[in-house]
């Protein structure tokens, strides 16, 4: 029994460190391409150099979304989904109207997708640290997807900072032209607090798995509407800096 269970712990390293060097590999390729999101990527160079337990499979850091579509309820089964832009930055109103009227869309949607990263794990005891650690900093649309035979676990990491809102529908526009720049305030809004988020995991990561800092997540309460981060954004980003390098 002892013999089985060294054997099966010999495989199960050898078959997790072959897909980390292929992921790793891949995302050096990307990242080489532009592919790999600028905000995210040196968080994934160094939380996949040094950490033995988990790495990364894929991830966004939060986008806004100027898409064509019938309905999005159809999207999925029709492949009628047309991206129009997407944006991983707060935008201004001039850039949806120099979209739709450069693309002329029938049905046009502005969207905003929270950070999302898959991670495996090398066991699901890891597996469920991370998970315990994501969910603690707001990341509540996650979840273990999947569990490989010999022991490795994936997990989604997802925030639920959403937002689908139509803008034209038939032809017609449905959103008011001016107030069209409220909906963009909105969505900024939504945008960056996905992002804060974002900083609040990669410090909890970098303080549990690689024991690099003593991070303590950022209170996003503080900041009601995009206005008012804008306002503030130096004082925030300046504490979001000194968090991350204590």
């Not at 790999?36 to 150099?49: H, M, P, Q, R, S």
């Not at 699901?124 to 991370?130: E, I």
């Not at 038939?170 to 945008?191: F, T």
Request: glycine content about 4%; hydrophobic content about 45%.
């Amino acid at each position: 029994m002892f013999l089985f269970l060294l054997i099966d712990y010999k495989c199960t390293v050898s078959t997790i460190e072959q897909r980390r060097e292929v992921f790793y590999r891949r995302l050096i390729e990307e990242a080489e391409k532009g592919l790999v999101d600028f905000d995210i990527k040196d968080f994934l160079f160094k939380f996949n150099e040094k950490c033995r337990d988990v790495f990364t499979t894929s991830s966004c850091s939060g986008r806004i979304i100027l898409a064509e579509a019938p309905r999005l309820s159809l999207v999925k089964s029709s492949h009628e989904f047309k991206f129009l832009a997407k944006w991983h930055r707060p935008i201004v109103m001039r850039e949806i109207i120099e979209v739709i009227e450069r693309a002329c869309p029938r049905n046009a949607w502005l969207l905003v997708r929270a950070p999302i990263i898959h991670f495996s794990a090398r066991s699901l005891d890891v597996g469920l640290k991370l998970l315990k650690i994501a969910q603690s900093v707001g990341f509540k649309h996650s979840g273990i997807i999947s569990v490989r035979e010999y022991g490795e676990v994936v997990v989604e990491v997802q925030a639920d900072d959403r937002i689908d809102t139509p803008i034209i529908i038939d032809g017609e526009w449905i959103v008011n032209k001016d107030l069209l720049n409220i909906l963009v305030e909105v969505a900024n809004e939504a945008l960056m607090i996905g992002k804060l988020r974002l900083v609040n995991l990669i410090g909890m990561l970098e303080r549990e798995f690689l024991g690099t800092c003593d991070f303590r997540p950022i209170e996003l309460s503080s900041v009601v509407t995009y206005r008012e981060f804008l306002k503030n954004f130096d004082n925030i980003m300046r504490e979001v800096l000194s968090k991350l390098e204590e």
